[in-house]
């Protein structure tokens, strides 16, 4: 089936005998999960793939979707919240009255800073340390990062110190592009 369709539309890809494969199961997981069919458009492929792969639950899926679609996820990002298991945590996330009582602007940000668990496998820690510790190698993959950038961009320091009126302010990360 894969040559033939190979042969019908020259002009098209993603007929490989593995593909195939994955349409089917994409298709025999959503089709009677109204929800989950209307989302799963929005997403790439790719991340379809990987959430029918590691994900088992149709509300674990829904909650990846949905968070794909309002994060902007990309795939490696989308597989470090499944392995970090991001839908249970946000489901043992204490309820709190941040609506009720800060600006909407506020809520998001007061809603993360009372996080119980973080993933910092990306720096490379797998147990406690010190904050300064932590804000070394996290400076460290934020340099790496810009340098990566390209030509244009400049990481000049953390805890850059301006002097203004006779006072000091020290900015946490100075960076730039031109």
Not at 62 to 78: A, K, M, T
Not at 82 to 94: E, F, N, P, Q, V
Not at 155 to 178: A, K, M, P, T, V
Request: hydrophobic share 35%.
């Amino acid at each position: 089936m894969s040559q033939d369709l190979i042969r019908e539309y020259e002009n098209l890809r993603g007929f490989s005998k593995d593909n195939l494969w994955r349409m089917r199961m994409f298709y025999r997981e959503y089709r009677n999960h109204l929800k989950l069919a209307q989302l799963v458009p929005e997403i790439p492929w790719g991340h379809n793939i990987l959430i029918l792969q590691k994900v088992k639950s149709n509300k674990e899926c829904e909650y990846y979707v949905q968070s794909c679609i309002q994060f902007g996820w990309s795939r490696n990002v989308l597989l470090d919240q499944i392995k970090a298991d991001a839908y249970t945590l946000s489901r043992k996330r204490k309820t709190h009255n941040f609506p009720k009582t800060l600006p909407k602007h506020l809520i998001e940000q007061a809603d993360e800073s009372i996080k119980s668990v973080y993933n910092l496998d990306f720096p490379g820690i797998a147990k406690p340390v010190l904050e300064r510790e932590l804000e070394k190698r996290l400076l460290e993959k934020i340099r790496q990062f810009i340098l990566e950038l390209g030509i244009g961009f400049s990481f000049i320091g953390n805890q850059y110190c301006l002097n203004l009126e006779n006072s000091e302010y020290f900015i946490d990360l100075l960076f730039y592009n031109r």
